[in-house]
Structures are given as structure tokens and as C-alpha cells.
């Protein structure tokens, strides 16, 4: 790990003047294999003082069968500074400055016996070549990492019994030793609606996330045991520091089954914590609590304490009917605060409600780092006048500062590209930003004023430098169908063309990919997406538009579907492949059609609808809403759609599904499903639709991913993310193109009829 990440980490902050002279040979298409050579940044953090960023880069194992992370300390205050490897891996993630800025704290997952175990909380010094010193060994491990406002200990959370006595009767009914009937029970008691988590598998009711204490190795080498913080039946979602109190704010939702709530919602607990051991004694009394009408995330205090921010989604009341789409807004709830107790006054004020950005979110692509991504989290001004966030805006995501009194919104970087995350020094006078664009997967850059943006890591070009890649275009569509409703606002569609595309030659017509995004509430945007990249490369046309349904165009373009969905989106996704075929070099007799989860039943939805696709692959999808809702492991998200259940308002769902319409089907498919996938089970999905053109004998395909969740395109294994676009390009190839692709056939084929690879 130390000779892949570190050579890499040096050449590719050399400046591009000063590469290898594979910079000034002939460029090449993308392949579908470039992704093993792919290196992401994830989580980044600056120090105290802003004079440098440790950030996570994670890259592909060397047998391509997983991903790998390590550490990076990169200075600030030297220009062309290279990056300078902290950790060496396999699986180091969330770095963490302490206060002093002299050491990080870091998360290690540790191999034995071929698995990784859970991962333990680790101290480096930096600067310094000592090994790494593991602070916890907790069973189920510990995540989030957050050093208290005295650096002396760390805050962490791990996996807890709810009920410890409880869970001591169930070990001893499952370990059943008595003589000659020893046996220790494989047997699930389920009791919960949401009993397993797509990515996450089984889950298990009895433990909880709770808040730990953990303490530093005193100078004799001794350390005392962690302190347990928190307890009970409900764990701790999030929670941050007050820098000046000592006290520890935290969200949790005290409810036994909130899946089908009328509206989500949380609250905000504290606790007063005394870092020193001695006070280590029993669980800190809670000595606050808000409880919100909203589902609060993203905790920051300000600096003086007196109040604290958040990102939610506010709900109307019932009776008021819930919309499906809800914008995320940033909150601020002031801290009156009574001999050292805080207290809630007033009620927590929505600071970007009238405005169209979704605060803390941002748009979709491929290729985030698929280990040790990191969240970006909100920061205050040294004055605590303003904060600083990350917003999508119309297929941008963009750092923002926001107003904390009125509301106003500052934009810090430039548009038509994505802020993926960032890092900002306590006060934010020093913003380091991850970026990516359509044709950069994502570097590190200095923010400074006025929108300017300074390159700070290099971490592909060596690899960039040699591939022949063209921004997509954008397009403005105009809807033809129930377009009053969303009247003023164009259909946002991007366009990707082929390595080498001349619009001057009016003879060569091109085939086209159409590429539906999932949600359906997400959006594509100008962002890195290998997969367009790579259909392009094999000589498609690829459109990915951001219809009806698509967040980052206001909350009224976002909730035109609810209760209808899908419908209008379908139109708007047509009125877009019309587009671009007017322009003339497309081939109206060449179109295919694909798209992951929502998008993969759009496509259902498509192919039932018209017959203009000579080919399609569902990827992830739902043919049966109703199936759907008994399978999926989300129950409250269903909600949202068609209310209420499927036995109470069957028509519904009857109405909009796919497989209702199944006899209208004339297109070949193929289904991309993951055998682990929970979110859209392929019970519910493709493996439906595949045994009904079976019966009507219209050629399909499933193409089964093992051990792969709904998460397989964005960080599935290394080589099933390369198998999944070979097979979706193949199936295009073979409709499309007329390319022989054999093993999609039940019978051999003559070879005569196709093309050669």
C-alpha cells in the first residue's frame, strides 16, 4: 500500500509540463478497465491552524478484487507541495486533528485470518516515522471520531446492547451446550418492520450506537478504559462538541417503529461531559432536550455556543398532505443557556426556505470514493455570522456561505461543476474543497475570494494525460406535456458525444444511449461519470437528462410526480431523445434505453409505453410497486408515493406499474441485478419481468451480481463495476450495432449474421 498510494501520490502532483511524454502521444478512449488505475479522494480535514489538509485516498487492490485506503498530509502554506503519505493502510479512514495540530486521529480496519476486522480508533503523531498507536480494541469496533475541546480524549461511537442483561439470556439460548445436544442456534427471531438494510445485511435489533470516551496513553504507556457516555434502548444518529462548554449535543429518535410516522422527526439531547477519569463514573445526566417537529442532521455549534445548525426536511402536520419531495433546508436553533444548562429559545428558525437550494446535498455521478468518502459538514465563521455549506443548484453543487441571521446566500466556487466535500480551519478562514467535474473524478482546491479556485492535488492526471475526453453538451428542452405545471422551466439534458464526433459530416449518424437517473428525487449533474464517459467511447450518443422528479430545480419541479409517478417524467425523457434527434446525427432506428433504480423503472415504465428502443437494460429496478412494498427494506419511504398501503388502495399501484402493461413489450432486455440488493429486490424487479418475456418469447437477459447490494455501480466490487458496464454496452452492441455477443444467446448464432467484436 505504501509503494502503490505513495509513488502515485508523487507523480501526480508533479506539474503537467513535466510528465511523462505520454502527455504529448495520441490520446485514447476511456475503457471500461481505466477504473483499476482510478485513485478518489474521500474525507479531508484542515488543521486547526489551516496549514495543511489530511485527507483519505483510496484506490483498487492490486488483484482488482476490493479497494484500499491510506492517509495523506498535503501543507498549505507551500506552494506545489506534494502529498505526504501519514498512514499506510489497507484501511485507514476518517483522519482527525487533534487541537494542537500535532497529531491525527484515524480509524483502522485490521485483516486476521483473511477478514477485516471492525475498525479501532488509532493516534499518529505527525512528523513523526513512530508507528501508529491503537487507543480502543471494542468489540464491534467504533466510527465517527471527534476530539474533545481540551484535546485530552476522543469521542467515538460504537455498537451497544440496548439491554446488556438482555442480551446475556439470548446468548445463553443460543449456545445450547448440553451433552450430547450441544448446539448453537443459525435462527432469527424477526420482529421489526425493518429487520435488514441494503449494503449493511441483517441487522440487529439489540444493539444500538451509543457515545464513548476514549482516553490518551498516559507517559508510562498505561491508558485508561473507555467511558460510556451514553445508554438505553435508542441510540445516538449524530452528534458534535460545543468547543467552549464541554457539552455534547446529540440527535435520536425515541420510537420503537417510526417507519410509517405520519412525519420524520428526532430530537436533540445534551450532555455535559468532564473529560478528566475521575468522572468517569455511570452515564452523564441528560440535561437537555429539543424535541423537533423535523428530522435534524449535520449538527455544528458555533463557536460561542449559544446555538447550533442543522440540515431537515420540515413536513406539514397531518392532516396536511406530505409531499414526496421535500427540500433540505439549514436550521439554526438558539441556546439560552441558565448557570450552565442550555435551554431551547426559541423554536429553530429555516433559514434557506425560500430559496431554491437543497442545503447539504448535491448531484449524481459515479465515482465518489467508494470506501472513506466522508460527509461534508457545516462550518461557522470565526464571528459566527455566517456558515459554510454545500448546496445544489440546477445540476451544480456548490460551497455556499450562508447568512446566519437572514439567510442570504453567498456562492464561493463556480458553477457547472461539484463540490463533493470540504474541509474548513475552526472560524473557516482556510477552505479546501473536493471537486469534480464531467472530466474529473475529484482533486483537492484552495477556495479563496471572489470564486477562486487553486489545484492543490493531481491524483489522475498521469493517468488523464493519455485519454481523449470532451465535456457533455447541455441542452434546454422544452416539455410538451402537462408542461403548465411547470410552466417558465426548460427539462436540463446533457449530451455526451463520441471521441473524435464531427457535426460537419451530415452522412455518419450515430446510435444513442438513453441514461435515466434514479431517486426518482436526485439529479444528474456536471459532475464525474465514467459510465457516460465509456458508452461514448464505444461510439454512442449518450443523453441524461434531469426530468420531472429531479431535485436541484425547486421543490414544485421536484413534487410534480407525486402520486403519478412514473408519467410526465416519462414524456419529458422522450421530448429529450426528439431533441436530439432533430439535430440529425443520430439514428432514429438505433436507440436504447437504460437506467438504475428509479431509472431502471423508468426504463421498465418505457418500454411498456412506446417501442421506439431497439433495446433496453433495466438496471436495479421495480416492475411491481405493491411487490415492492412488501419486500424492500425501507418501509418508510414508501409513503411518500402512493398512499396508503398497496391492500388499501391497490389501483394505485396497479396503475403505475410496469409489469401491468408487460403485453405491450416488443424490446429486448437485460436486467443488471445485485443478489444482496434490498433497496429494489430483483423479486420485485427484473427477475419478474425476465420470467414474463421468457413466456413471450421476447429475448432477455439476467445478469446476476453476487454478494452485491443497490450500491453496485458506485462501489461494488472492482470488477463487477467493469463486468456491469461491459454487459450493458454488450447488450447495446449486439441490438444496436449487430455485434456478436454469444453468450446472451440460448442457441449458437451464425457468426455471418453479426459483426466481430
Known amino acids: 500500500m505504501r509503494r502503490l498510494l505513495g509513488l502515485f501520490a508523487l507523480t501526480a502532483a508533479l506539474p503537467l509540463a513535466v510528465l511523462p511524454l505520454t502527455v504529448a502521444a495520441e490520446k485514447r478512449p476511456i475503457t471500461e478497465k481505466d477504473i483499476f488505475a482510478f485513485h478518489w479522494i474521500g474525507d479531508s480535514q484542515v488543521a486547526p491552524d489551516g496549514s495543511a489538509v489530511a485527507f483519505v485516498e483510496c484506490a483498487v487492490t492490486a488483484n482488482h478484487d476490493g479497494y484500499e485506503t491510506a492517509i495523506y498530509v498535503l501543507e498549505l502554506t507551500r506552494a506545489g507541495a506534494a502529498p505526504r503519505l501519514l498512514t499506510a493502510g489497507p484501511r485507514d479512514t476518517s483522519p482527525r486533528w487533534s487541537q494542537d495540530g500535532k497529531q491525527i486521529a484515524f480509524l483502522r480496519s485490521v485483516e486476521k485470518d483473511g477478514k477485516f476486522g471492525p475498525g479501532q480508533l488509532y493516534l499518529k503523531t505527525v512528523g513523526s516515522d513512530a508507528n501508529p498507536i491503537r487507543l480502543t480494541d471494542m468489540a464491534k469496533g467504533v466510527s465517527n471520531p471527534s476530539w474533545s475541546p481540551k484535546g485530552d480524549a476522543i469521542a467515538v461511537a460504537s455498537a451497544t446492547p440496548q439491554d446488556p442483561d438482555a442480551a446475556k439470556l439470548d446468548a445463553a439460548r443460543k449456545a ?16 421489526r418492520e425493518v429487520y435488514r438494510m441494503n449494503g449493511e445485511g441483517n441487522l440487529d435489533p439489540s444493539l444500538v450506537s451509543q457515545l464513548y470516551l476514549v482516553y490518551l496513553p498516559k507517559a508510562d504507556g498505561t491508558q485508561a478504559s473507555p467511558w460510556q457516555l451514553t445508554g438505553g434502548r435508542f441510540g445516538v444518529e449524530e452528534y458534535v462538541w460545543a468547543a467552549k462548554s464541554g457539552w455534547i449535543f446529540y440527535t435520536s429518535e425515541h420510537e420503537e417503529e417510526p417507519y410509517y410516522d405520519a412525519v420524520d422527526h428526532n430530537s436533540i439531547y445534551g450532555i455535559k461531559v468532564e473529560t478528566g477519569e475521575d468522572h468517569a463514573k455511570g452515564l452523564p445526566a441528560t440535561g437537555f432536550t429539543a424535541d423537533l417537529k423535523l428530522s435534524a442532521h449535520g449538527l455544528a455549534v458555533s463557536h460561542d455556543g449559544k446555538r447550533i445548525a442543522f440540515h431537515a426536511e420540515e413536513r406539514p402536520s397531518p392532516p396536511a398532505k406530505q409531499p414526496s419531495h421535500q427540500q433540505s433546508d ?41 470506501r472513506g468518502a466522508g460527509r461534508p459538514a457545516i462550518a461557522w465563521s470565526a464571528d459566527d455570522s455566517r456558515l459554510t455549506d454545500v448546496a445544489a443548484k440546477q445540476g451544480s453543487a456548490l460551497l455556499v456561505s450562508v447568512d446566519a441571521a437572514s439567510g442570504a446566500v453567498t456562492e464561493l466556487t463556480q458553477a457547472k461543476q461539484a463540490v463533493v466535500g470540504f474541509g474548513a480551519s475552526p472560524g473557516g478562514q482556510k477552505l479546501v474543497a473536493l471537486i469534480s467535474n464531467p472530466l474529473l473524478i475529484g482533486d483537492l482546491f484552495s ?15 498521469a493517468l488523464f494525460s493519455q485519454l481523449d475526453l470532451a465535456m457533455p453538451q447541455e441542452m434546454q428542452v422544452t416539455p410538451t406535456v402537462h408542461a403548465s405545471d411547470i410552466a417558465g422551466q426548460t427539462i436540463d439534458t446533457f449530451v455526451q458525444l463520441p471521441p473524435g464526433f464531427d457535426s460537419s459530416d451530415a452522412k455518419k449518424k450515430y446510435p444513442l444511449i438513453l441514461n435515466i437517473h434514479g431517486g426518482p428525487h436526485s439529479a444528474y449533474g456536471w459532475i464525474f461519470d465514467h459510465e457516460m464517459l465509456w458508452m461514448a467511447a464505444r461510439g454512442y450518443v449518450v443523453v441524461y437528462p434531469n426530468p420531472r422528479g429531479s431535485t436541484s430545480y425547486g421543490e414544485k419541479f421536484a413534487n410534480v410526480i407525486e402520486d403519478n409517478y412514473p408519467n410526465d417524467d416519462f414524456h419529458d425523457l422522450m421530448d429529450t431523445v ?58 418508510e419511504f414508501h409513503q411518500y408515493w402512493m398512499k396508503p398501503a398497496p391492500f388499501d388502495n391497490l389501483e394505485a399501484y396497479h396503475d403505475r406499474s410496469p409489469l401491468t402493461y408487460v403485453n405491450n413489450i416488443k424490446t429486448p432486455m437485460m436486467f443488471i441485478l445485485g443478489d444482496a440488493d434490498y ?33 453496485l455501480s458506485r462501489s461494488g466490487e472492482p470488477w463487477h463495476r467493469v463486468e456491469r458496464l461491459e454487459n450493458i454496452v454488450g447488450w447495446f452492441d449486439k441490438y444496436l450495432m449487430g455485434v456478436c455477443e454469444p453468450q446472451y444467446d440460448v442457441a449458437p448464432v451464425d457468426s455471418s449474421s453479426c459483426k466481430a467484436k
Do not use: C
Not at 431551547?344 to 429555516?350: L, W
Not at 477556495?447 to 492526471?461: F, M, R, Y
Not at 437494460?617 to 411491481?624: M, P, T
Open 578 to 635: 426528439d431533441a436530439v434527434v432533430k439535430l440529425g446525427y443520430v439514428d432514429p432506428e438505433k436507440l436504447g434505453v437504460t437506467g438504475g433504480s428509479g431509472g431502471g423503472l423508468l426504463t421498465d415504465w418505457t418500454v411498456t409505453q412506446t417501442n421506439r428502443f431497439k433495446a433496453a437494460v433495466a438496471q436495479r429496478d421495480i416492475v411491481d410497486w405493491a411487490n415492492w412494498w412488501y419486500t424492500a427494506d425501507i418501509g
Open 176 to 191: 445450547r451446550a448440553t451433552g450430547d445436544d450441544a448446539h448453537v442456534s443459525d435462527v432469527r427471531i424477526v420482529n
Open 679 to 711: 433497496r429494489t429486490p430483483p423479486t420485485a424487479g427484473g427477475e419478474v419481468f425476465f420470467r414474463a418475456l421468457k413466456y413471450k418469447k421476447i429475448p432477455t437477459v439476467m445478469v446476476r451480481f453476487p454478494r452485491e447490494s443497490h450500491e
Open 330 to 370: 439549514l436550521w439554526v436553533m438558539d441556546f439560552g443557556w441558565n448557570e450552565g444548562i442550555p435551554n431551547m429559545s426559541p423554536a429553530p428558525r429555516d433559514l434557506t426556505s425560500k430559496l431554491s437550494y437543497e442545503m447539504g446535498s448535491g448531484v449524481g455521478g459515479d465515482n465518489t470514493a467508494p
Open 447 to 461: 477556495i479563496g475570494a471572489e470564486k477562486a479556485q487553486t489545484q492543490l492535488t493531481h491524483v489522475n492526471d
